[in-house]
Each structure stands twice: as structure tokens, then as C-alpha cells.
């Protein structure tokens, strides 16, 4: 069987970029939720006292995060040695160079 290679270029900060993101999407959506609930609520339970602040903090974190991904992920990618070194072994294994690709791994490392 020969499977076609659909691997492209790691690049770690992209990828740190994109999970920081989602982070602060989530961060953003349950922010959004304790808010909602905080303003129809009628703000005489301690659940409304408690979640109008977080929702507050959860915005807060939530902008950072998606600035921070945002930046990220627009930054031009820099190649890293380990990404060098993985997409040197996704290469090898995908032309068929098993013994070319055994030779990227470092086996001391555990």
C-alpha cells in the first residue's frame, strides 16, 4: 500500500499559536456564558455574585489569549532544529527511507 504524504512544514510556533487561540475562544465563550447568566439571574444568588467577576477575569484572559495567538500564528515561521529534525524524519519515512529515518531518532534520549 502507498499512501500519499499529505505532511507539511511544523512550525511550532504556529502550532502554539493555534492552541493559544482556541484557548482563548473557550475563554471567551464561558465568559460570555457566566455573563449572560450573571445579567438574567437577578443577582440574588451567590452563583451570580461569584460569576460576574469571573466573567470579568474570563474576558480578560480571553482577549490576551487571542492577541497572543494571533500574533502567533501571523508571525513568519522560523525554523526551529527540532522541527528541522522532524520534518527531515516525516520525509524519510514517507519516500520509504526506513533506515534514513531510524537515524533521526535519538535513541538516548529514553
Do not use: C
Request: hydrophobic share 55%; no cysteine.
Amino acid at each position: 500500500m502507498n499512501y500519499p504524504s499529505r505532511h507539511g512544514s511544523v512550525n511550532p510556533r504556529a502550532l502554539v499559536g493555534k492552541v493559544i487561540l482556541i484557548n482563548g475562544v473557550v475563554f471567551l465563550g464561558l465568559a460570555l456564558l457566566f455573563g449572560v447568566y450573571w445579567l438574567f439571574s437577578g443577582h440574588g444568588n451567590i452563583v451570580a455574585f461569584v460569576l460576574g467577576p469571573f466573567a470579568l477575569i474570563f474576558v480578560g484572559v480571553g482577549v490576551l489569549e487571542v492577541l497572543t495567538g494571533l500574533i502567533l500564528r501571523l508571525l513568519p515561521g522560523g525554523e526551529s532544529p527540532a522541527a528541522r529534525v522532524v520534518n527531515a524524519y516525516y520525509s524519510a519515512l514517507a519516500n520509504q527511507g526506513y533506515a534514513t529515518a531510524f537515524s533521526y531518532l535519538d535513541l538516548a534520549m529514553g
